[in-house]
Antibody, heavy 121, light 106 residues
Framework: QVQLQESGPGLVKPSQTLSLSCSVSGGSVTSGGYYWTWIRQHPATGLEWIGHIYYSGNTYYSPSLKSRVTISQDTSKNQFSLEMTSVTAADTAVYYC?????????????WGHGTLVTVSS | AIEMTQSPSSLSASVGDRVTITCRASQGIRKDLCWYQQKPGRAPKLLIFAASNLQSGVPSRFSGSGSGTDFTLTISSLQPEDFATYYCLQNYNYFTFGGGTKVEIK
């Protein structure tokens, strides 16, 4: 059974870079048919898709975040990562790493537990 | 960007009730619509994909319907474990979630 686990700092200062990693167990980030995805959830504004990376390394980002976001993968560690630059308090949220499954019409079928990131000085 | 409008934003219901939640897309999205259930402190759980397909392991009291711009999630007989928040998601053009519907105990 595939499992995802987020890791990274829970507190980031304004204007700095948020960096999170997602470890994949029970499966491989190089498997075709899956998009490895980051989603965040704000208490006030709900769930927001940030972007994803395909096994080939192709990336797709939300147009509203594209200028600040990079998603990458480390096949040797079977991980994928999120970097978000120039963060503000509005980036405070629970961040989930998620698998999108082509067999399920690209539905998000497996989620990590989520990690709370607070942006504050 | 495609906007997803869910209604109602909350509802109160009793065990055994039939519950219906709707989601409307700002433009046609074929049947590229999923439904999720989220309980406090937990990640969302996939219930329905492609508008009407039940995810493996999800009870058959959950069903989805619709295409184009209007979609419905129905719980045929509400159970105690179904009290949660439900979200729709369009995956036709990028991904957009609805604002959620909180189902509370009456």
């Amino acid at each position: 059974q595939v499992q995802l686990q987020e890791s990274g700092p829970g507190l980031v200062k304004p204007s700095q870079t948020l960096s999170l990693s997602c470890s994949v167990s029970g499966g491989s980030v190089t498997s075709g048919g899956y998009y490895w995805t980051w989603i965040r959830q704000h208490p006030a504004t709900g769930l927001e898709w940030i972007g994803h990376i395909y096994y080939s390394g192709n990336t797709y980002y939300s147009p509203s975040l594209k200028s600040r976001v990079t998603i990458s993968q480390d096949t040797s560690k079977n991980q994928f990562s999120l970097e978000m630059t120039s963060v503000t308090a509005a980036d405070t949220a629970v961040y989930y790493c998620v698998r999108s499954n082509a067999d399920l019409s690209n539905a998000f079928d497996i989620w990590g537990h989520g990690t709370l990131v607070t942006v504050s000085s | 960007a495609i906007e997803m409008t869910q209604s109602p934003s909350s509802l109160s219901a009793s065990v055994g009730d039939r519950v219906t939640i709707t989601c409307r897309a700002s433009q046609g999205i074929r049947k590229d619509l999923c439904w999720y259930q989220q309980k406090p402190g937990r990640a969302p759980k996939l219930l329905i994909f492609a508008a009407s397909n039940l995810q493996s392991g999800v009870p058959s009291r959950f069903s989805g319907s619709g295409s184009g711009t209007d979609f419905t999630l129905t719980i045929s007989s509400l159970q105690p474990e179904d009290f949660a928040t439900y979200y729709c998601l369009q995956n036709y053009n990028y991904f957009t979630f609805g604002g959620g519907t909180k189902v509370e105990i009456k």
